[in-house]
């Protein structure tokens, strides 16, 4: 188990803003809520999209995710329950597993296809979509599956179980690091009563979700199923988070680029221009 750094937190963040997701449905007719929505993207910049999927009824998932290409940035796919197979343009192959994370980056473009393979149970995870900064959008496509026993782990003193997917929490470095962007991703369960703390750079964007349970930060209460958009404010270091009854949460951090988004569907680019030149080599069967 890794050694806890534990920080003496000064000032903490609050909570903005509260959302709740948009049930939608993507692929083949895979029931998802979209937390993170297109009107979100600026605000927290560098991240474009988070879907959560979770349920037990094989209809609203079996169908999966066939081909379908993307350009220009990263998809990190983690699943707390359950089994996809990914398979892309580019020769990766994987099965990602309860507890895995599959981070993909797209760059000058990939097809892939993401379906499960399960026939029943529980499926439940997150798909949050990073943005690349310009210079690397056309960037070699990049891919790797961390299984759940990858993805470094530790325990504070009150039993908080804390995952690092990616970036660096009380002293414990995540399964991937990224330049210019430093993102943080964490997943954090905590038991009731019990108060979660970690840095933020304050230059960073930051947001919670809870999908289990209940926390408080500072005095706000954010239940179960909701993003809480954490404030950004020059001299806040970190966020405390207290759960009001045993929770489950991801906390998602990350440096913002500045830089203009322009989306057409699974493509994101900087210009109009650049988007008409994606869809040109798509069609023309340019992509890896
Ligand atoms: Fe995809």
Known sequence: MNKVKKIALQHSRTVESLIEGVATSDGAGVKLTRVLTGKLQRRLDPFLMLDAFGSDNPDDYIAGFPDHPHRGFETVTYMLSGLMRHRDSAGHEGLLGTGGVQWMTAGRGVIHSEIPEQKDGVMEGFQLWLNLPAQNKMSEPWYRDFPSEQIPEYVTED???????SG????????????????????????????????????????????????????VLVESSRMGILSNAAETDGVRITATKEARFILVAGKPLNEPIVQYGPFVMNTQEEIHRTLDDFRSGRFA
């Open 159 to 165: 039993k908080t179980t804390v995952r690092v997917i």
């Open 168 to 219: 660096c929490s009380n002293g414990v470095k995540g399964a991937v690091t990224r330049e210019i962007t430093e993102p943080l991703y964490l997943d954090v369960h905590v038991h009731a009563g019990a108060t979660f703390e970690t840095a933020i750079a304050d230059t960073h964007n930051a947001f919670i979700y809870v999908y289990r349970g209940a926390v408080k930060v500072d005095d």
